[in-house]
């Protein structure tokens, strides 16, 4: 029984290779073209990058360039498939017994659209069970979510976390340059100094502004 398994396929591996060889006879009889083009849109206004370029079962094959263009050697009968993601797959046959050895080509390729069918996504499987959702389903009052949310606390809290605005930035650059001009033209001011802040700081001790409540 081994025997006949191995003899089997030692036909078929013969066979394959008799029928590679004899492909491979055909391709070398055939000539060698250089086809080359530029790939377009279906109005012909810009040009389609990265469209695969390739010879089914033949292992030869390239990529449109930024431009739309593109270059590779074709044998005479070569099926050439030209496809991309959202434009309707082409094909185009090299011509056998082709004078020329090179081909140029201005292909445009059409926007492949697909009508698809209406599906309607319902999150429970039969619309009783849907039903008993939402009855038992328990409903929050919004306006206690809203006054939740402006409470002294959150309000507090939102305020401490949030970022300086355009007019508290604007006002802290302006200080910034202020005392640079100061450090740069002349010594900073200090209150201590400052004989009207004493005198203030006299009156409001007169006044009792500084006692304990």
Partial sequence: ???TYFLSFALVLGFCS????????????????QLSGIILNADSTD???????YVPKKGRGTVSGRFGYFSMP???GD??????????KQTFKVPDGFENDRISLILTMEVDEIA????????YPTEDE???????MNVVDPMSISRSNMSPEMLLRWAETMPASGNENFRYFQQGQMLQNQDLYGPRPLRILD???????IRSIKRGDLKSK
């Fill in 116 to 123: 698809l069918a209406e599906i309607e996504v319902m999150p």
């Fill in 18 to 33: 008799l029928f590679q060889s004899a492909l491979a006879q055909d391709d070398r009889d055939k000539k060698v073209i």
């Fill in 195 to 201: 004989p009207f802040a004493w005198s203030q700081f």
């Fill in 1 to 3: 029984m081994k025997i």
């Fill in 79 to 88: 099926s050439v498939v030209f496809t991309f993601i959202g434009l309707k």
């Fill in 74 to 76: 074709v044998l005479e």
């Fill in 47 to 53: 040009a389609v990058p990265g469209v695969n370029i």
């Fill in 130 to 136: 849907f039903k008993k959702a939402v009855v038992a």
